[in-house]
């Protein structure tokens, strides 16, 4: 059974730096794609990151350049390096696999 933990949220003032984490149980991440998802409140869950298990890369455009995903096979974590936030970073973020499995997903606030 694939499970997903994600953990590293809490509240950043903007301009400052996150770094979430997921570990993986029940899956190899480095055999599979691996992504990050947020939602706001109101708001549809939207794409974040991605890396392949060739280490194919994608970020949304919204974040690319600030956030950062990579991927501790020793550790089987895929990570998000959040950078330079802004408050409509603010949300709750998912891990997810290409075979359809999600995290709970940690809260994300950027406020001062």
């Known amino acids: 059974q694939v499970q997903l933990v994600e953990s590293g949220g809490g509240l950043v003032q903007p301009g400052g730096s996150l770094t979430l984490s997921c570990a993986a149980s029940g899956i190899i991440v480095s055999a599979y794609t691996m992504g990050w998802s947020r939602q706001a409140p109101g708001k549809q869950r939207e794409f974040v990151a991605l890396i392949t298990n060739r280490d194919i890369i994608n970020y949304a455009s919204s974040v690319k350049g600030r956030f950062t995903i990579s991927r501790d096979n020793a550790k089987n974590t895929v990570y998000l390096q959040m950078n330079s936030v802004k408050p409509e970073d603010t949300g709750v973020y998912y891990c997810?696999?290409?075979?359809?499995?999600w995290g709970q997903g940690t809260q994300v606030t950027v406020s001062s």
């Open positions: 997810s696999t290409n075979l359809g499995s």
